[in-house]
């Protein structure tokens, strides 16, 4: 049993295919079988069961995966630690991110945490979505993630933080503008900014709408917030979206118009293991959340 064995397997277990790994690891798929082949023979058990459309752990399998990803996950983090100190530098901190992510959420804390720590390095990720943003922690890709919260994900510890209630982005020159807030049944009648497809926010929005009977009617759709945001102010459109910090009640051609009846999308800090972080990630986290602007 080698530690490739058990990286392979993790890999194996992850994807739950054998020929995307071998992908991955620009290798072919019966070198790969073989790395699992050599921990069913050490171990006496049968650790994948293959199916039609790929393979999933067997109960022996999952056992040996959560020790083998936990085990990893900490000799990966020792060495970046020892090549930071070859290198001389302070220490790494990996973050996945949304495309709206350091723009809105980090920026102060960015900043307050490199004064700090001139010697850190900063690594971001971006990630078109919450849950590709948690598949970049559960995966060792990232140490944090800021994510909108969602339902509970294995091997992934997720911390809610902000609450961010819902807003219409109207055009200054819509009739809705000077409202003071928006009732769940005017929705209906709007030119819906689609919210980015499988995002978090899109399900909880449309989920929430759909025990009112509120159907949207939508001629254009976006892969991020600040996009909607845009199109709005340009008239295109009208968009729901979760008040970002510092967007107060909107400026320039864009007003924002409050929906009290939208319980708010809640949105925080996700880790494989908050216990397990390095002291720097730790501080890096809780620096983000300090500086958040209201």
């Known amino acids: 049993m080698t530690l490739d064995d058990l990286r392979v397997f993790v890999a194996v277990c992850a994807a739950g295919n054998l020929s995307a790994v071998a992908r991955d690891l620009s290798c072919s798929q019966s070198a790969v079988s073989q790395h699992v082949k050599r921990l069913e023979r050490e171990t006496g058990l049968v650790l994948l069961e293959r199916r039609p459309r790929g393979v999933v752990p067997t109960r ?17 983090a020792a060495l970046r630690h020892l090549d930071d100190l070859r290198r001389g530098v302070g220490g790494t901190v990996r973050v996945a991110t949304g495309a709206t992510t350091v723009r809105h959420f980090m920026a102060a804390g960015v900043a307050a945490f490199r004064a700090r720590h001139p010697e850190a390095a900063l690594q971001f990720e971006t990630a078109g979505s919450s849950r590709r943003c948690l598949e970049a922690v559960r995966s060792h890709t990232a140490d944090l993630a800021w994510v909108t919260i969602g339902p509970p994900l294995e091997g992934v510890e997720q911390r809610a933080s902000r609450d961010l209630p819902w807003m219409l982005a109207v055009h200054a020159g819509d009739p ?32 929430h709408l759909e025990r009112h009977g509120v ?20 008239d295109l459109g009208q968009a729901i979206l979760p008040a970002l910090p510092g967007w107060g009640t909107g400026s320039g051609d864009v007003r924002l118009v409050p929906i009290p ?16 972080l390095s002291p720097l990630a730790a501080e890096f986290a809780e620096t983000v959340l300090e500086h958040l602007r209201t």
């Open 60 to 76: 022996a399998g999952r056992i040996l995966h959560a020790a083998a990803a936990e085990g990893i996950a900490g000799l990966d």
């Open 176 to 207: 809705l503008a000077a409202r003071a807030s928006v009732a769940l049944e005017e929705l209906a009648g709007i030119r819906c900014i689609e919210l980015p497809a499988h995002s978090t926010s899109r399900s909880h929005l449309e989920t």
């Open 215 to 234: 159907r949207l009617t939508s001629t254009t759709s976006v892969a991020d917030w600040d996009t909607a945001l845009l199109l709005a102010e340009l």
């Open 261 to 276: 009846d939208l319980p708010p999308l809640t949105a925080g800090w996700a880790a494989r293991r908050w216990d397990a």
